[in-house]
């Protein structure tokens, strides 16, 4: 009786209402994106105001080479839609702090990670976006432009969400929404005093839908309880 | 291979929705604690120590593990009127006292130093936690450990690959812990290391067909970079930031027990969190790195700053260098917060400290055997 009840009410709703093409985001970023959610097929481009590269070196690190805030927000995107159930995937991003994306959040049972695909990530990336609900991908450096086409034909064909972590220029292909991590303040460390509670980062949005054009947000990239919260 | 005692407790393997099992543990844990600073939560219900410090102290193995299996018994089961049931078991390597600990009765089972190997001998090849494996094996006639170890490594390795070979090892008694051993015990779900299984019935419609589509994209991925390409996070007990999360090897499936999905998110639960000295305070960085870099960290004089015994820093950082890189100036610092830890393979002193550097960007490095160490990136 159940098993009908199910087919019944599958077959019932429609088959693509538009909760379908939005994933959930954690409600402190829904400003930032069009309609407050993550569009399926979208891409996202995540990176830093401060000309610091946003790509990684595969290590993930290096006095300069990390943005103050935009790994976090990359990994906070994905937040909510994992936690609702939906597969996600990141590349390239170096050493993940397991700890710090848990906290945000993230369900770890969804998330699989390919840390150091080296030079094959952007095939790594289209297996993926073929298959997954969100792809995160950092590439290594600046990404030829044929390789960024297909990859976002890829994700638009598989309405799968991609979000690029990029470094000024890297990334060629002009994406559907740009967050750009500014301004970001550490609280709780005095020379010697306290500890490391959160970070103070502005989030500006720009890109091709003026919904979200010229949003700016306030946020803690991560709250005190390693949440992201708005502020 | 170090000395190690278990203690197992089969009505806590499994989490329960209230947290009641992961509550009666972490009094397990705490008991446990009150005999030697370092306890390791292994999986659910499965702890351990190393042995070799207590045992001395207390008057040989037997006695530390008397002792022990004493205090674990006045603890409050998961209620208050039923005590825990326990086992426990010392020997050489973790697999080896998780099978002693799981073979003892009111007594704690001691596996003389040495004996290990022996003492594995007569075990099933399902303790190895291999389905697969022992399937196989099972249909070549072999049944025990001791059987499997008699066979040729090479030929292990080209039959049943790294995670047999591993096995292999484990059986012989030359390798103290299975891999992928230290998690939560799954329900139903298919083994640690077992490969992806691309069969997944569809009973859940769209779910299980997208469960499947990522297991499948994720074996592709691994078939072109390696099976250790693709991993996934857990949480688990620890002080610094690379103990506290565990990075394994994705073993495809493992998402089906939606009480296990649930219990991953947020650090809560059934992580048994007793309280770990030294632990850096939240928020966690979000680069953790699998292997420290050398770090160079200066006072403004260019002098190398040192902590000293009273865990005080010799002078105000200045600048940082991360493995030979450019130098960046240090607008704040924390800490520095001692630390002893990582009694499994060799004791640490070390103490761990927050460095902020650029526009929004901390590091948290470690001090260890004279030098300074990335550990980690709040990016």
Known sequence: MALVDVSLASRARPVSSSRDQLLPLLPPLRPLLPRGGLQRGAVITVGTGDGTPGGTDGRGVGTGGTGGGAGLLAFALLAAASAAGSWCAAVGTGDPGILAIAEMGVDLGRLALVPGPGSAWPEVTAILVDAMDVVLVSPPGRVRSGVARRLVARARQKRTVLVVRTGPGTWPEGPDVHLTVEDGTWAGVDRGHGHLRGRHVEVAASGRRSAVRGVRTGLWLPAPSGVVAAG | ?379
């Open chain 2, 1 to 379: 291979m170090q000395r190690v005692l278990v203690v197992w407790c089969p009505d806590l393997l499994e989490e329960q929705e209230d947290g009641g099992r992961g509550r009666a543990f972490a009094r397990v844990t705490g008991a446990v604690g009150m005999f030697s600073p370092v306890v390791e939560a292994v999986r659910s219900g499965v702890c351990a120590v190393g042995t070799r410090g207590p045992s001395r102290y207390f008057g040989g193995d037997d006695r530390f593990a008397r002792l022990l299996a004493g205090a674990v018994g006045a603890v409050d089961g998961v209620t208050a009127e039923v005590g825990v049931r326990a086992g426990v078991g010392v020997a050489d390597g973790l697999f080896a006292a998780v099978l002693a600990a799981r073979w003892s009765g009111t007594d704690p089972v001691v596996v003389p130093p040495g004996g290990t190997p022996g003492f594995l001998t007569p075990w099933p090849v399902a303790t190895l936690e291999r389905p697969e494996l022992a399937d196989l094996l099972g249909r070549l006639g072999i049944h025990t450990l001791g059987r499997f170890a008699a066979l040729p490594a090479r030929d292990v390795l080209a039959r049943f690959g790294a995670d047999g070979a591993a096995c292999h090892r484990v059986a012989q008694g030359i390798c103290g812990e299975l891999p992928c051993f230290r998690q939560p015990p799954r329900r139903g779900g298919p083994a640690p290391g077992e490969g992806i299984s691309t069969r997944q019935p569809a009973f859940w419609g769209g779910e299980a067909g997208a469960a499947a589509r990522a297991g499948r994209a994720l074996a592709r991925v691994q078939q072109l970079l390696g099976p250790g390409a693709v991993v996934t996070g857990q949480l688990q007990g620890g002080r610094g930031p690379a103990e506290r999360a565990r990075v394994v090897p994705w073993a495809g499936g493992r998402d089906t027990g939606s009480e296990q999905t649930g219990r991953r998110r947020g650090g809560a639960g059934p992580v048994p969190d007793p309280p770990w000295p030294g632990q850096v305070p939240p928020p966690a960085p979000v680069i953790v790195l699998t292997r420290p870099l050398p770090a160079q960290l200066v006072d403004t004089g260019g002098h190398l700053v040192g902590v000293s015994g009273g865990g005080m820093v010799t002078a105000a950082p200045a600048r940082l260098s991360v493995d030979g890189g450019p130098w960046t100036v240090v607008t704040g610092w924390a800490g520095p917060w001692p630390s002893e830890e990582r009694w499994w393979a060799v004791p640490r002193r070390l103490a761990r400290m927050q460095v902020v550097t650029g526009p929004g960007t901390a590091h948290l490095l470690t001090r260890e055997r004279g030098g300074w160490w990335l550990e980690g990136t709040y990016d």
